[in-house]
T-cell receptor, first 113, second 112 residues
């Protein structure tokens, strides 16, 4: 089954404790992206990647890092989480060629205390 | 920059009622437009899309027409069901960054 998976689905952590949210897709997509969803703001892009070893900032990159060492994986790293990063995070992927549709993962709900 | 404005919710309707969720956008050029749906506890799913002016996207009884003259992409359904209860997001595609710019979402509640 074609899908985007994220882990963990739920996470509670404390300020300053480094964490990684994993994202993996099995559709051989070149493009991957991270969004955060906050009430009243819709989804905002954090980082995106056009292909392996190619990443770039989205609209709200501060406090986040990403890497793209393999085509299927695109982890989101919070080196020193803060309470304002409490949010619902979505990973998405799509084909570069004829790009029109993004496929979303199920989401990771993060609470930073 | 790009922006998408949606009507605020929640929208509460009775089953079989007519649905309209308004969406307008601001963008340079001719973006592709989308409606995504998010069911409780799930990720976003593409509902329908339109890639050029006057295109009509449709799926599962939902429709939306790309209106360049009014920069709108309103979502409609003739007869809603309880199973349509979800949050609906209008979005446009920034072709440069391959990024979707989303509206704030509209929650639809359909009562039996």
């Amino acid at each position: 089954e074609a899908q985007v998976t994220q882990n963990p689905r739920y996470l509670i952590t404390v300020t300053g404790k480094k964490l990684t949210v994993t994202c993996s897709q099995n559709m051989n997509h070149e493009y991957m992206s991270w969004y955060r969803q906050d009430p009243g703001l819709g989804l905002r892009q954090i980082y995106y990647s056009m292909n392996v070893e190619v990443t770039d900032k989205g609209d709200v990159p501060e406090g986040y890092k990403v890497s793209r060492k393999e085509k299927r994986n695109f982890p989101l790293i919070l080196e020193s989480p803060s309470p304002n990063q409490t949010s619902l995070y979505f990973c998405a992927s799509s084909q570069e060629t004829g790009f029109r549709t993004q496929y979303f993962g199920p989401g990771t709900r993060l609470l930073v205390l | 920059g790009n922006s998408v404005t949606q009507m605020e919710g929640p929208v509460t309707l009775s089953e079989e009622a007519f649905l309209t969720i308004n969406c307008t956008y601001t963008a340079t050029g001719y973006p592709s437009l989308f409606w995504y749906v998010q069911y409780p506890g799930e990720g976003l799913q593409l509902l329908l899309k339109a890639t050029k002016a006057d295109d009509k996207g449709s799926n599962k009884g939902f429709e939306a027409t790309y209106r360049k003259e009014t920069t709108s992409f309103h979502l409609e359904k003739g007869s809603v069901q309880v199973s349509d209860s979800a949050v609906y997001f209008c979005a446009l595609l920034d072709t440069g960054r391959r990024a979707l710019t989303f509206g704030s979402g509209t929650r639809l509640q359909v009562q039996p």
